[in-house]
């Protein structure tokens, strides 16, 4: 099936095929309806008039890849972030998104993209390709009156956030989420400089040194229900985020609750003082990805201080032709100086028949610590960091190990469970 790269050109089309998927109309005759899709991705697709009966000018499947880039315990990773992805209804059932979605994973090994993120309507046809669930974005309804008691935190002011105070925030941001797995870094053009808008407002909290302490941002909505919505509270320490609660503690004269969106493991959960919230209705967006490139993937995470030694990878990826992408292999990974090292192993088919038989029957060098056999579900769950191979196992994924490599990898990948905050 001939997938290719979409142009300009081709922006009323994708709009089209989109708003039919995901909602929203699109007005032809409106120049906004053709505007080039924004910067800092590639778009790809298959012509209908290519099928059988098809239309000129139709697209019959497409999806954008976002050029994103994540944090990973410390290191950072380029990630291909999916969105918009949908076939034609008068195409649909025909195997097109198979064909798309292998498009879509050689087209980020081809821009070196070793990892690639989505946000699932149905995760089925997703894991089906390789990727997992890897984190949850979670939303609470936290009733004010929990809120309402904290005492003001000495040292610490509050100011406005402005368009020339938004790069403090951004570069909080950046420090603070550093050593999490899986959060977006907030730069290049998909994240414009500059006020979001929409309504968005914030907060910076800074301390009596003058260094910037955290921020709180939410939108304020009219209407029925919680009418403040709160995208992140963000600090360095605890007194931080007990000082943002109290700001956002401070709308309970004109709302009875607001919603907090919270990450995995989200530090605002073990500082709220009252328990009163629940999660807010509606679905849970479910955070999926997978590794695309394992070589690269492994080596962008730095090796936590002390942890040093060699194992043997192997990865197996039946989900896609062989070839799409860089995700099976054979890999000797060496640890040690704080880095990781990944050197693919080219298969000879001794190697390949031995290391499939079972983890001990791998040929490894004497002084690694063995063999770790993964299949791609359990190598896209695993190397975004924050999970064990007893968890990828927990799950019916097969993730085979000598015990000395296990304990390494796991040493390797511990840290936070992934997190992220932003959707697309
Ligand atoms: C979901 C969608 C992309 C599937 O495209 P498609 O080309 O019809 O899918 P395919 O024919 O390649 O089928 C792929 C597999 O997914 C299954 N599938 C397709 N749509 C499905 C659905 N809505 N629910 C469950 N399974 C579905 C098919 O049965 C098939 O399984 P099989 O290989 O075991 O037969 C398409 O229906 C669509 O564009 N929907 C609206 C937009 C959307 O949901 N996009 C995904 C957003 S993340």
Same mark, same amino acid.
């Given at each position: 099936?001939p997938?290719?790269?979409?142009?300009?050109?081709d922006a009323l089309?994708y709009?089209l095929l989109t708003?039919s998927?995901?909602?929203g109309s699109?007005d032809?005759?409106?120049p906004?309806?053709?505007?080039? =899709?924004?910067?800092?991705q590639?778009?790809i697709?298959i012509?209908?008039?290519?099928?059988?009966?098809?239309?000129g000018g139709v697209?019959?499947?497409?999806a954008?890849?976002?050029?994103? $880039?994540?944090?990973?315990g410390?290191?950072r990773?380029?990630?291909?972030?999916?969105a918009?992805?949908?076939v034609h209804?008068?195409?649909r059932?025909?195997g097109?998104?198979?064909?798309?979605?292998?498009a879509v994973? @050689?087209r980020c090994?081809?821009?070196?993209l070793?990892v690639?993120m989505?946000y699932p309507s149905?995760?089925?046809?997703y894991r089906r390709?390789?990727?997992q669930v890897?984190?949850?974005?979670?939303t609470l309804e936290v009733?004010?009156?929990?809120l309402?008691?904290?005492?003001s935190?000495?040292?610490?002011?509050t100011v406005?956030?402005t368009?020339a105070?938004?790069?403090r925030?951004? @570069?909080l941001?950046?420090?603070?989420?550093?050593g999490?797995?899986?959060m977006?870094?907030?730069?290049?053009?998909?994240?414009?400089?500059?006020?979001?808008?929409?309504? %968005?407002e914030?907060?910076?909290?800074?301390? @009596?040194d003058?260094?910037?302490r955290?921020?709180a941002? %939410?939108?304020?909505r009219?209407g029925?229900g919680?009418?403040?919505?709160?995208?992140e509270?963000?600090?360095r320490?605890?007194?931080?985020l007990?000082?943002?609660?109290?700001?956002?503690?401070? %709308?309970?004269?004109?709302? $009875?609750?607001?919603r907090?969106r919270?990450?995995? $493991?989200?530090?605002?959960l073990?500082v709220?003082?009252?328990?009163g919230?629940?999660?807010a209705?509606?679905?849970?967006?479910?955070?999926m990805?997978?590794?695309?490139?394992?070589a690269?993937l492994?080596t962008a995470r730095p090796a936590p201080?002390?942890?040093?030694?060699? =194992?043997?990878?192997? #990865?197996?990826?039946?989900?896609?032709?062989a070839g799409?992408c860089?995700? $099976?292999?054979l890999?000797?990974?060496?640890?040690?100086?704080?880095?990781v090292?990944?050197?693919?192993?080219p298969?000879?088919?001794?190697?390949s028949?031995?290391?499939s038989?079972?983890?001990s029957a791998?040929?490894?060098p004497?002084?690694?610590?063995g063999t #770790?056999?993964?299949?791609v579900?359990?190598?896209?769950?695993l190397l975004v960091?924050?999970?064990?191979l007893?968890?990828?196992?927990?799950?019916g994924?097969?993730?085979?190990a000598?015990a000395?490599?296990e304990?390494l990898?796991?040493a390797?990948?511990?840290?936070?469970r992934?997190?992220?905050l932003?959707?697309?």
């Open positions: 099936m997938v290719r790269e979409l142009t300009p050109t089309a709009r708003s998927a995901f909602g699109v032809p005759a409106d906004a309806a053709s505007a080039p =899709l924004s910067p800092g590639t778009a697709g012509d209908s008039a290519a099928l059988p009966g098809g239309a697209l019959a499947a497409a954008r890849i976002r050029h994103d $880039e994540i944090s990973l410390g290191g990773v380029r990630c291909g972030g999916i918009g992805l949908a209804p008068a195409h059932g025909e097109l998104f198979a064909e798309l979605l292998a994973l @050689a090994d081809e821009e070196s070793p690639s989505l149905n995760p089925e046809i390709h390789g990727y890897v984190a949850r974005v979670e009733p004010l009156v929990d309402q008691r904290l005492r935190v000495p040292g610490r002011r406005p956030v368009a105070s938004m790069p925030v951004r @570069a941001y950046e420090e603070v989420t550093a999490d797995n899986a977006l870094r907030r730069q290049g053009p998909l994240f414009p400089d500059g006020l979001p808008g929409q309504g %968005w914030a907060v910076l909290l800074v301390g @009596a003058g260094q910037d955290g921020y941002s %939410w939108t304020r009219r029925e919680p009418g403040l919505e709160v995208h509270v963000l600090g320490d605890r007194e931080d007990r000082a943002l609660l109290r700001v956002i503690g401070s %709308w309970s004269t004109v709302t $009875e609750s607001v907090l919270v990450r995995t $493991e989200d530090p605002v073990d709220l003082p009252g328990g919230s629940r999660p209705g509606g679905t849970v967006p479910l955070v990805m997978r590794v695309v490139d394992t690269a492994l201080t002390g942890l040093s030694g060699a =194992l043997r990878l192997e #990865v197996t990826d039946d989900t896609v032709p799409t860089r995700a $099976e292999g890999f000797d990974v060496h640890v040690a100086d704080g880095r090292r990944a050197v693919t192993v298969r000879s088919g001794t190697t028949a031995q290391s038989a079972g983890p791998a040929h490894s004497e002084a690694t610590a #770790v056999l993964l299949d579900h359990a190598a896209s769950l960091g924050g999970r064990s007893a968890d990828a196992r927990r799950l994924l097969r993730a085979d000598d000395p490599a304990a990898l796991d390797l990948l511990a840290g936070p992934p997190s992220v932003d959707a697309f």
